[in-house]
């Protein structure tokens, strides 16, 4: 996620444009304002590479701090009744999905410029519209072929891809999505009942993934939603990381790793071919490895997009990044102190894309490619999309121009976002693939 300032300059030039589109200002007076803006986006996000002090965020509002608080007594009540502590992953999965409580499961903003992110969908519609070319080309050997959604959040990609399949006369026989958040899923319908309402008998909202899907999965910024482990490695082994509380606040804690993470720890230092030194603090994403079963249980033929900021194994887990990847969001600010703001703010990881290649060939998947986010939206139809660009009025161009430097720039989101597609069957490799693929690199 660019889930920087950056999101809410881009908001403020977004909108300095729809008012001078509207009134007479002068043309180059908005130019000049929009490449400065631009100028300070990039700054600004690079900048926020650095995790901000948790001193530095603003304060909640009066109804967030008091949603938060619930959620704080929701958690105590769990550490108690968990004997004292919670894994960092069940502390995630409480902040984040606690039903009615957590992050994704009650009702805040969380997207675009009034809330604490914003994801490549919610930036510019062309990135759905790439993805839908890449899609049809593997929908259009697969007869009766579907497409499933994961994590689908505010409904915007559903709308950009559907519409552009449309459009392309590659409609898919359905159009599922599987979303763990029943509140995302009742803004979803609302956004596609307004957006495509001829469309809508085609979507349909699973509580499960299938058996025998022939088609094609997308999911954005799932993986780095999904509930990690963390851990720190002492000369005497590996200790997770918990949760426990003293007065009332949450405290981390250490504790002998149990098996599982343990023996992902041991995986991770025989594939870099040393030892983690002592006191490196990272995370390791089991719940990402059990995903990929779950998706590669559900494919018989077809493909699976997964698009999210991540590196490989040998980049998440080099010596000079000794205190892991996680990364928390609130209000467009980026700190790595996930224990404040319980339920208000979003907590997320880089993802390490080697497991997941590692999980996709484990569970009988293969690999079709794994590349920068740029060099999808380059290889997978960008240029097409762009037809027609000169014929736009100025304003509109600027606005688009600015959209697409975000999505592809490389101190933006073009780099450090990565699109991998794993399959099954006689499927063609999407052709963005053709245009680069750095799986070698995994
Ligand atoms: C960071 S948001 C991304 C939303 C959207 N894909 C986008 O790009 O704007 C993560 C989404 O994944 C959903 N999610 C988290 N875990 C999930 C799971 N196991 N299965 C399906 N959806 C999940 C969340 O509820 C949320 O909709």
Redesign the pocket.
């Known amino acids: ?1 660019n889930r920087d300032s950056c999101a809410v300059l881009v908001q403020a030039c977004h909108n300095s444009g729809a008012n001078s589109s509207g009134s007479a200002r002068d043309e180059d007076d908005f130019v000049v304002e929009c490449l400065f803006w631009h100028a300070i986006i990039h700054k600004d996000f690079i900048a926020h590479m650095q995790y901000e002090p948790t001193a530095m965020l603003p304060e909640p509002d009066k109804l967030s701090a008091k949603h938060s608080a619930r959620v704080h007594a929701h958690i105590l009540q769990k550490i108690e009744e968990s004997g004292g502590q919670l894994s960092f992953a069940e502390f995630m999965h409480e902040a984040l999905y606690a039903p009615g409580l957590g992050y ?1 499961s009650a009702g805040s903003t969380k ?1 675009g410029a009034d809330g604490d992110f914003i ?4 930036i510019s519609p062309v990135f759905g519209r790439v993805l839908a070319r890449q899609c049809a080309e593997v929908l259009a050997d697969i007869e009766g072929g579907e497409i499933i959604e ?5 409904g ?2 559903a709308v950009d891809l559907l519409g552009a399949l449309e459009k392309l006369n590659a409609l898919p026989a359905t159009y599922g999505i ?4 029943p509140e ?1 899923a009742e803004r979803q319908k609302k956004r596609l009942k307004e957006a495509l309402p001829h469309l809508l008998d085609r979507v349909q909202w699973l509580s499960d993934l299938p058996r025998d899907f022939n088609g094609v999965i997308v999911a ?3 993986l ?3 509930p990690i482990e963390r851990f720190v490695r002492r000369a005497s082994g590996v200790y997770q990381l918990c949760v426990s509380t003293d007065c009332g606040e949450f405290v981390w804690t250490e504790t002998k790793a149990p098996a599982r993470l343990a023996a992902a720890v041991a995986s991770i230092e025989a594939d870099i071919g040393q030892a983690l030194p002592e006191g490196f603090t990272s995370e390791v994403s089991l719940a990402s490895t059990s ?1 990929i079963a779950d998706l590669a249980g559900c494919v018989q033929r077809g493909a699976v997009f997964l698009f999210d900021y991540g590196i490989s194994r040998r980049e998440y887990y080099a010596h000079d990044r000794a205190d892991g990847w996680l990364r928390c969001h609130f209000r467009h600010h980026a700190h790595n102190v996930p224990l404040v703001y319980p339920g208000i703010q979003d907590i997320t990881t880089w993802v390490d894309f080697s497991s997941i290649a590692h999980a996709a060939v484990e569970a009988g998947l293969d690999i079709l490619g794994y590349q920068t986010q740029s060099q999808f939206l380059m290889g997978g139809g960008l240029e097409i999309e762009m037809r027609g660009f000169t014929d736009l009025p100025v304003a509109r161009q600027l606005e688009l121009s600015g959209q697409i430097k975000t999505l592809t720039l490389p101190g933006e989101m073009g780099e450090n976002f990565k699109c991998m597609a794993v399959g099954r069957g006689d499927i063609v490799t999407p052709s963005a693939f053709h245009f680069a693929d750095r799986t070698q690199t995994l």
């Open positions: 996620m994704y997207f994801t490549a969908p919610e994961c994590g689908a959040g505010s915007k990609l599987l979303e763990v958040s995302l954005n910024e799932v780095d939603a999904l995903w």
